[in-house]
Structures are given as C-alpha cells and as structure tokens.
C-alpha cells in the first residue's frame, strides 16, 4: 500500500517550488549546467526527438546515458551515433549506451531492468506517445496510459535497487501542459473505446505522470529514502509526437504548426535537462517552460492543477497501478 501522505501537501509544495527557483535562478541555461562526469542516466525514448536531446546533452557534459528504443537497433545504432558527434567536437569523455524497451510489454520492462545491472544516479522517464485510435495492451490498458505512465510506473519499480545504489538518485518525469485536460478518476483508467476521446485520454496519462511523481516523492520521504522526484514538461517542442498517430491529413496541419509555432528541439529539452542535472531540486517540483502559458521560455516552475496535487487521487492511481502491474516497491 502507498503509505500516508503529509497532512498540508498544498505547503509542501510551495515551499519546494521556492526552494526551486532560488536554486535555479532567474534563467537557467545550458551553460550553467553542472558537469555530469562519472553521472549514469537512464533516458528513455532516447532514440529521437526530446529524448535524443536530453541524452546528448548530458553526455556532453560527461554523463554515462543509456537510450532505450522500442527498436533495439535503432537504440544501439542512434548511440553510436551520438558519440561520434561528441567526439567530433572534443566533449568530455561521457559515453552512450542503447538498449531496446517496450514499455506497452512489462516483460520487456523487466528484462531491461534484468539487462541494468549498475548503480543509476538518475532515471528520466520520457518516452511516450500521444493521440492515435483506442488501442489496449495485453492488461487490457489504453495504449497512452499503458507507454506514457504505466510503463514507467512499472520501470521505476523494478530499478528502485539501481537507483537506491546510486549518487543522489533522481526520477524525472515527463508531463504536459495537456495534463490539465484529463483526470483520474476510474473510467479514464480503464477507458472503453466507446468513451475514448484522445485528447483526454493523453491528458490523463500525462496527469497520472504529475501525480505519481509528486506521489513518488512523498513516498521516498516516507520512507527515509535519498529519492528526489520531479517533474517536466517541454512546452510545445517541434518533434514528431503529434504526428506519429494521426491520419494523413491531420499530421499534415500538425506538421506546419510544428513549423510555425514549436520551439526547436533542444529548446524544448532544456527544461528536461534542468530537472535532471540542477543541483538540489526538491522533489515535486514540475520545471517547464517560464512564459506564454508554459509553452515558451526559459525553465522555471511550471502551474499545475489542484487534481496534479491531490494526494489522494494519486494515492488512489498508485494502487491502481501496482494491481495492474504486479510490482510493489520496495519489493521488485
């Protein structure tokens, strides 16, 4: 069972987010990233996109990352890639690793966590797929919440012993803006194809991810475990999640807002990048872009919804989610 959670989460939060901003200062770049040498990190999805940003960058900075891909070729032939841009450009001696994952497949799941045998000081969870038809999972989950949080949730499970051996062990977690669309309650859980609506269904699979990493949080706590966890999301970051899953037409007109309205790439990474390498961030922090309703800017602290904060709903997912997985922590 999840344990109690603090009695005023509300202040809790608050103070944590004041405790973020003045540890992240008025603009954090790249440029102020710690080096990451001797640092291990696990990115997933990290073969495209915000993932493949995320992972370069670290290694840049001398980061030893593992990338996972649903494809484990593409994993393996994506790192070499990445390293040789690096040492192209004389960075410092980090390394690149992949491995593939599917996280639709919890015994894909548990065979990577079988495959990881070394200490982890830092876990970002950001693979994850957005939109497309109802589709279920052999749990019989809708496809979003299974990859963009069920997974994940089984993920951190199984290398809680890595992460427990590892230097100021972090879990960071990838949200959305569109968080605020879903909700927790069972029938968006277990979502019948009659009731799906894909919108909904992404924002509540990104809520469940906001919810369980402040939840995860409270629970390290509880625990007396040196477990940070927190939260981050891109903004509107130009990269082929919004079209992957949609019919021609509509990845069209999705194509030319990523054109026009997106951030680059590695603009939308930096507030991954932030919540994975500043020093002493609290957890339940959720870092995101700082202007335009969160979708452009520098990293800063990202608004959330009371349902993102609410310690029994996410008390309430977490059940739901070692029911459906199996896993109990502390027990993997």
Same mark, same amino acid.
Not at 94 to 110: E, I, K, Q, R
Not at 233 to 242: K, M, N, R, S, V
Not at 249 to 278: H, K
């Given at each position: 069972?999840?344990?109690?959670?603090?009695?005023?989460?509300?202040?809790?939060?608050?103070?944590?987010?004041?405790?973020?901003?003045?540890?992240?200062?008025?603009?954090?770049?790249?440029?102020?990233?710690?080096?990451?040498?001797?640092?291990?990190?696990?990115?997933?999805?990290?073969?495209?996109?915000?993932?493949?940003?995320?992972?370069?960058?670290?290694?840049?900075?001398?980061?030893?990352?593992?990338?996972?891909?649903?494809?484990?070729?593409?994993?393996?032939?994506?790192?070499?890639?990445?390293?040789?841009?690096?040492?192209?450009?004389?960075?410092?001696?980090?390394?690149?690793?992949?491995?593939?994952?599917?996280?639709?497949?919890?015994?894909?799941?548990?065979?990577?966590?079988?495959?990881?045998?070394?200490?982890?000081?830092?876990?970002?969870?950001?693979?994850?797929?957005?939109?497309?038809?109802?589709?279920?999972?052999?749990?019989?989950?809708?496809?979003?919440?299974?990859?963009?949080?069920?997974?994940?949730?089984?993920?951190?499970?199984?290398?809680?012993?890595?992460?427990?051996?590892? $230097?100021?062990? $972090?879990?960071?977690?990838?949200?959305?803006?569109?968080?605020?669309?879903?909700?927790?309650?069972?029938?968006?859980?277990?979502?019948?194809?009659?009731?799906?609506?894909?919108?909904?269904?992404?924002?509540?699979?990104?809520?469940?991810?906001?919810?369980?990493?402040?939840?995860?949080?409270?629970?390290?706590?509880?625990?007396?475990?040196?477990?940070?966890?927190?939260?981050?999301?891109?903004?509107?970051?130009?990269?082929?999640?919004?079209?992957?899953?949609?019919?021609?037409?509509?990845?069209?007109?999705?194509?030319?807002?990523?054109?026009?309205?997106?951030?680059?790439?590695?603009?939308?990474?930096?507030?991954?990048?932030?919540?994975?390498?500043?020093?002493?961030?609290?957890?339940?922090?959720?870092?995101?872009?700082?202007?335009?309703?969160?979708?452009?800017?520098?990293?800063?602290?990202?608004?959330?919804?009371?349902?993102?904060?609410?310690?029994?709903?996410?008390?309430?997912?977490?059940?739901?989610?070692?029911? $459906?997985?199996?896993?109990?922590?502390?027990?993997?």
């Amino acid at each position: 069972m999840t344990p109690p959670t603090t009695p005023d989460p509300g202040d809790d939060l608050l103070r944590a987010e004041e405790k973020a901003r003045a540890l992240m200062g008025a603009r954090w770049t790249r440029g102020v990233m710690p080096s990451q040498a001797g640092r291990r990190v696990l990115v997933t999805g990290g073969t495209r996109g915000l993932g493949r940003s995320v992972a370069t960058a670290l290694a840049a900075r001398g980061a030893h990352v593992v990338i996972t891909g649903t494809q484990p070729r593409q994993a393996i032939a994506v790192a070499s890639e990445i390293e040789a841009s690096l040492r192209g450009k004389g960075a410092p001696a980090g390394s690149v690793m992949g491995l593939g994952l599917d996280l639709a497949d919890l015994d894909d799941v548990g065979a990577l966590a079988e495959q990881l045998t070394a200490p982890i000081d830092c876990l970002v969870d950001n693979a994850g797929i957005m939109w497309g038809p109802y589709a279920t999972t052999n749990l019989g989950v809708e496809r979003q919440l299974a990859v963009n949080f069920l997974g994940h949730f089984a993920l951190v499970g199984r290398l809680l012993p890595r992460l427990m051996a590892g $230097r100021a062990p $972090r879990v960071v977690s990838l949200s959305s803006t569109y968080h605020r669309y879903g909700d927790l309650r069972p029938t968006s859980l277990d979502v019948t194809a009659d009731a799906y609506r894909p919108n909904a269904a992404y924002g509540a699979s990104k809520l469940a991810t906001l919810a369980f990493a402040r939840e995860l949080g409270r629970w390290a706590r509880w625990h007396g475990l040196p477990l940070t966890s927190v939260a981050a999301h891109p903004g509107w970051a130009d990269t082929e999640l919004q079209t992957l899953q949609v019919p021609r037409a509509q990845r069209w007109l999705m194509r030319v807002a990523n054109a026009t309205l997106a951030v680059p790439v590695d603009v939308g990474a930096d507030p991954i990048l932030c919540a994975a390498s500043a020093p002493g961030l609290p957890s339940g922090v959720f870092v995101g872009p700082s202007r335009l309703g969160g979708y452009r800017g520098a990293p800063g602290i990202a608004t959330s919804t009371a349902a993102a904060n609410d310690p029994a709903a996410a008390a309430r997912l977490w059940e739901w989610a070692s029911a $459906r997985t199996g896993i109990r922590y502390l027990d993997s």
